[in-house]
């Protein structure tokens, strides 16, 4: 009797997780949190550089690079190795589909 009881909550830990995972606003939500810096959707209106429109593999390389200290950084070493490498595909997957403010419109 107990197992079952065991079984079915893994099951349904699992189902949930998959449902998080599955979440279609996930990335957006993600990338919320580096707006801050780099401007609403990635279009920057300070000096920190725009991410919309950043090719998903340029994104990824850089973070990669701010990861392993091969690009100086002033925060972003330590922001980059705050998110797991799904979570920085998403983040890099919502910024490629931004438009780029004053780009084709
Ligand atoms: C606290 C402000 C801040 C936040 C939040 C922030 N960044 Fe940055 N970002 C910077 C700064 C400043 C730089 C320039 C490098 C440095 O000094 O760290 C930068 C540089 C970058 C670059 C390199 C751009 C280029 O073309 O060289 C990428 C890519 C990047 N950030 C992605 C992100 C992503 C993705 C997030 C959210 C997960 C994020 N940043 C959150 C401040 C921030």
Not at 41 to 70: H, K, Q, W, Y
Request: hydrophobic residues 40%.
């Amino acid at each position: 009797m107990e197992e079952w009881k065991v079984a079915g909550a893994l099951v349904l830990g699992l189902a949930c997780s998959g449902a998080w995972a599955a979440d279609p606003n996930l990335g957006r939500n993600l990338a919320a949190g580096c707006a801050g810096c780099h401007g609403t959707d990635g279009n920057s209106v300070g000096g920190t550089a725009s991410l919309a429109g950043m090719p998903r593999d340029r994104l990824l390389a850089r973070i990669g690079e701010f990861r392993s200290g091969a690009k100086p950084a002033t925060i972003m070493h330590q922001i980059s190795k705050g998110y797991s490498d799904e979570q920085l595909a998403l983040i890099a997957d919502y910024f490629a589909s931004r438009k780029p403010a004053g780009g084709e419109r």
